[in-house]
T-cell receptor
Framework: DAGVIQSPRHEVTEMGQEVTLRCKPI?????LFWYRQTMMRGLELLIY????????DSGMPEDRFSAKMPNASFSTLKIQPSEPRDSAVYFC???????????FGPGTRLTVL | SQQGEEDPQALSIQEGENATMNCSYK?????LQWYRQNSGRGLVHLIL?????REKHSGRLRVTLDTSKKSSSLLITASRAADTASYFC??????????FGKGTLLTVNP
């Protein structure tokens, strides 16, 4: 089992650029979660999907952030335009159901200069 | 806002000793989970304890839950250098969203 796959693993970009982070959940899992981790704020839930439908996006910091899940095996988190304060590690996690154990991907380390 | 808060923030012990980390939370929960994160890696699920359970074991891990005090503890027995990592508790409320604490950094010295 490949586990949750995220790409890219590292992204360095300049302020104002669009950034797209990708996630492939574990096959058969119905729930997908996007988290952001920083030293200051710890691990924060940004948005989660159940059966490809966004259930709660209250953690999305602002309109510059958007997430999609066009099918059960793929999700994207987009930041447009990016800002230096968006620098963080972004994790994707999936679970069989919303209340089941979440399995995390390796994360994408984003640096916005 | 943080739901779970781990204590201590950092813990340094010798190999073979036991390590105890605590987690406190504020609102009622369905379950509480503990995760481990090695430096530069994603989180790995360790154990889940439901609100109607008081204690759970998994290998060298022992988790307790006291819902009256809104607290949990994670005990790692006979620690190894490979246990060096950050440990997080995560709670979920009525909406099943997990809220993580800021973690305890455990260092096990050989």
């Amino acid at each position: 089992d490949a586990g949750v796959i995220q790409s890219p693993r590292h992204e360095v970009t300049e302020m104002g650029q669009e950034v797209t982070l990708r996630c492939k959940p574990i096959s058969g899992h119905n729930s997908l979660f996007w988290y952001r981790q920083t030293m200051m704020r710890g691990l924060e839930l940004l948005i989660y999907f159940n059966n490809n439908v966004p259930i709660d996006d209250s953690g999305m910091p602002e309109d510059r952030f958007s997430a999609k899940m066009p099918n059960a095996s793929f999700s994207t988190l987009k930041i447009q335009p990016s800002e230096p304060r968006d620098s963080a590690v972004y994790f994707c996690a999936s679970s069989q159901g919303t209340e089941d154990t979440q399995y995390f991907g390796p994360g994408t380390r984003l640096t916005v200069l | 806002s943080q739901q779970g808060e781990e204590d201590p923030q950092a813990l340094s012990i010798q190999e073979g000793e036991n390590a105890t980390m605590n987690c406190s939370y504020k609102t009622s929960i369905n379950n509480l989970q503990w995760y481990r994160q090695n430096s530069g890696r994603g989180l790995v699920h360790l154990i889940l304890i439901r609100s109607n359970e008081r204690e759970k074991h998994s290998g060298r891990l022992r988790v307790t839950l006291d819902t009256s005090k809104k607290s949990s503890s994670l005990l790692i027995t006979a620690s190894r250098a490979a246990d060096t990592a950050s440990y997080f508790c995560a709670t979920d409320g009525s909406n099943y969203k997990l809220t993580f604490g800021k973690g305890t950094l455990l260092t096990v010295n050989p």
